[in-house]
């Protein structure tokens, strides 16, 4: 879904690119076009930092930290229950209703 952002941007920047290469452009169109071209730049540039930045981080963490039922204090198949013990019955305190 998030490549679809930079998409547009890129559609947007090539058909006004054509529209100027041809001469049709109107001035408005003409300064969007680099415009947009440079946000399509940037978007792409922020979602590689994005993803080398968590790449970094897991490598940094290790094989461990990554693994999802560890962060939680989880092993493999345990249930929340299982470490929190029984819960008391919700309700008010002096007579205990539902």
Do not use: K, N, W
């Not at 952002?5 to 041809?22: C, D, K, N």
């Not at 792409?44 to 490598?59: E, P």
């Not at 990554?66 to 007579?95: H, K, V």
């Amino acid at each position: 879904m998030v490549a679809i952002v930079p998409g547009a941007y890129a559609i947007r920047a090539v058909l006004g690119s054509l529209q100027t290469v041809h001469g049709t452009a109107v001035p408005p169109l003409a300064t969007e076009t680099p415009a947009l071209g440079i946000t399509v730049v940037l978007i792409i540039a922020a979602m590689a930092v994005g993803i080398a930045a968590r790449l970094f981080l897991r490598s940094v963490a290790g094989p461990a930290d990554s693994d999802p039922s560890t962060r939680s204090g989880l092993s493999a198949g345990q249930t929340l229950s299982e470490i929190t013990g029984p819960r008391e019955p919700m309700g008010c305190a002096t007579c205990r209703c539902p």
